[in-house]
Antibody, heavy 114, light 107 residues
């Protein structure tokens, strides 16, 4: 069945770089797009960006200067890297399949704090 | 960016009741709208896509409707397992944007 699972550090220091991995199963990254969505505590959801089956990417303009999304199709993994983290980047980070968000990962809580 | 105004923010209903949640995009999104359910501590689950299509395995008491700038999610015969937060999203235009969510509780 379709599964997505996020992994990464739970705590990141301000100004540092966040690196997250989304490991997928049950589908091919060359056939489906995968997106990153985050949810700050008590707040709404924000689309961050995505990577399509052909490897092309799109980013939220509010994050574009800090964000990079890539993948390793042989390992069925999608990567998120975001630099210059601030406390307002504290959030649950989800990866989702497809722009229709038909399947979501469990999410990973990332806290930005010194 | 397209703004998604979702209402109500919270809702209290009784078992067996029918509830409706609304989502109003700031411009026409041509039915590019899914509804998701999120239970506490769990990942969101897709219920409805393309405004009115039921996702695989979702109970038929959930239904979606609407077009243009007005959409709704209806839950018939509310069950205890439906206690959750619900949110809409638009994927018609970039960036995809989300409604603020509706927290559904039992009365």
């Amino acid at each position: 069945q379709v599964q997505l699972k996020e992994s990464g550090p739970g705590l990141v220091q301000p100004s540092q770089t966040l690196s997250l991995t989304c490991t997928v199963s049950g589908f091919s990254l060359t056939s489906y797009d995968v997106h990153w969505v985050r949810q700050p505590p008590g707040k709404g959801l924000e689309w961050m960006g995505g990577i399509w089956g052909d490897g092309s990417t799109a980013y939220n303009s509010a994050l574009k200067s800090r964000l990079s999304i890539s993948r390793d199709t042989s390992k069925s993994q999608v990567f998120l890297k975001m630099n210059s983290l601030q406390t307002e980047d504290t959030a649950i980070y989800f990866c989702t399949r497809s722009i229709t968000t038909d399947y979501w990962g469990q999410g990973v809580m990332v806290t930005v704090s010194s | 960016d397209i703004q998604m105004t979702q209402s109500p923010a919270s809702l209290s209903a009784s078992l067996g009741e029918t509830v409706t949640i609304e989502c109003r995009p700031s411009e026409d999104i041509y039915s590019g709208l899914p509804w998701c359910q999120q239970k506490p501590g769990k990942s969101p689950q897709l219920l409805i896509y393309n405004a009115n299509s039921l996702h695989t395995g979702v109970p038929s008491r959930f239904s979606g409707s609407g077009s243009g700038t007005q959409y709704s999610l209806k839950i018939n015969s509310l069950q205890s397992e439906d206690v959750a937060s619900y949110f809409c999203q638009q994927y018609y235009d970039y960036p995809p944007t989300f409604g603020g969510g509706t927290k559904l509780e039992l009365k």
